[in-house]
């Protein structure tokens, strides 16, 4: 999908940047005018509209100048989980029959299995195999990060076959992609630092923030996706609150069906 979403950019005159960071917003404390980006070099953009999903601590950090001490104190005060996915290609069609299960009990590390043929069938390339994706959730430095590559493909391995959900399937192959700041962390104090962040980024007339860490939300991705079209919609001259997604009390996934 995102491949064709680039396509589709490019055929309309833009372009798409990747490996490529951001390292510096300039502004004048209400518009940002230009924005400096490195992939090995680096070069200035200038800036009509700014949408951001970096996590609001690393977008104040490169804020050029920078916010005022207690927002950037905010900022450090919000915290994240961190997630490593190993994924496992398995010599065998089928495993078990749910997109995902939660693991719950103290035989294993891993949080969450996907089978990612159960999501779609494109997903796996050869319809001999099955990729499952070993979810561990963690903290950059801890003992489950600190694992090698090698060593969390043979722990995976070794807790799928504990699980028992693929007896009798070998594994063939297997990657490992670790991704730092995944979820953010609702503690006692995070919502009055958001809300000090969101009072001070609301004086840019040009930037938005969206997705689950230009928010702190815990948003799924139809939720990160809505945000970042209401944020398009919003360019174009529509008037959305993009910090209202997910944010109805109405949203529970406990709620039955139609409720």
């Given at each position: 999908?995102?491949?064709?979403?680039?396509?589709?950019?490019?055929?309309?005159?833009?372009?798409?940047?990747?490996?490529?960071?951001?390292?510096?917003?300039?502004?004048?404390?209400?518009?940002?005018?230009?924005?400096?980006?490195?992939?090995?070099?680096?070069?200035?953009?200038?800036?009509?509209?700014?949408?951001?999903?970096?996590?609001?601590?690393?977008?104040?950090?490169?804020?050029?100048?920078?916010?005022?001490?207690?927002?950037?104190?905010?900022?450090?005060?919000?915290r994240?989980?961190?997630?490593?996915?190993?994924?496992?290609?398995?010599?065998a069609?089928?495993?078990?029959?749910?997109?995902?299960?939660?693991?719950?009990?103290?035989?294993?590390?891993?949080?969450?299995?996907?089978?990612?043929?159960?999501?779609?069938?494109?997903?796996?390339?050869?319809?001999?195999?099955?990729s499952?994706?070993?979810?561990?959730?963690?903290?950059?430095?801890?003992?489950?990060?600190?694992?090698?590559?090698?060593?969390?493909?043979?722990?995976?391995?070794?807790?799928?076959?504990?699980?028992?959900?693929?007896?009798?399937?070998?594994?063939?192959?297997?990657?490992?992609?670790?991704?730092?700041?995944?979820?953010?962390?609702y503690?006692?104090?995070?919502?009055?630092?958001?809300?000090?962040?969101?009072?001070?980024?609301?004086?840019?007339?040009?930037?938005?923030?969206?997705?689950?860490?230009?928010?702190?939300?815990?948003?799924?991705?139809?939720?990160?996706?809505?945000?970042?079209?209401?944020?398009?919609?919003?360019?174009?001259?529509?008037?959305?609150?993009?910090?209202?997604?997910?944010?109805?009390?109405?949203?529970?996934?406990d709620?039955?069906?139609?409720?």
């Open positions: 999908m995102w491949e064709r979403f680039a396509d589709l950019v490019v055929a309309a005159g833009g372009a798409v940047r990747l490996k490529t960071a951001v390292t510096r917003l300039h502004h004048d404390g209400r518009h940002i005018d230009r924005v400096e980006v490195s992939d090995g070099r680096s070069e200035t953009v200038q800036a009509g509209h700014v949408i951001s999903s970096l996590p609001l601590a690393t977008l104040l950090q490169r804020l050029d100048p920078l916010p005022p001490p207690d927002v950037l104190a905010a900022g450090q005060a919000l994240h989980r961190d997630f490593i996915l190993v994924g496992l290609i398995l010599d069609p089928v495993t078990f029959p749910d997109t995902w299960l939660y693991v719950h009990g103290p035989e294993a590390l891993v949080g969450r299995v996907q089978n990612f043929r159960n999501w779609s069938a494109a997903l796996v390339p050869d319809a001999r195999h099955t499952l994706g070993m979810e561990y959730f963690c903290s950059v430095g801890d003992a489950t990060w600190s694992r090698t590559d090698a060593e969390l493909l043979d722990l995976a391995a070794r807790e799928l076959q504990v699980l028992g959900l693929a007896p009798g399937a070998r594994v063939e192959d297997g990657c490992v992609i670790r991704q730092e700041k995944a979820y953010p962390v503690d006692a104090a995070y919502r009055g630092h958001v809300e000090r962040i969101r009072g001070y980024l609301a004086r840019f007339e040009n930037l938005q923030t969206i997705g689950r860490n230009g928010t702190h939300q815990y948003n799924n991705q139809d939720h990160a996706m809505l945000s970042g079209r209401l944020a398009a919609r919003n360019v174009l001259g529509e008037r959305h609150d993009v910090w209202a997604v997910n944010a109805e009390p109405s949203y529970l996934e709620q039955p069906i139609g409720g």
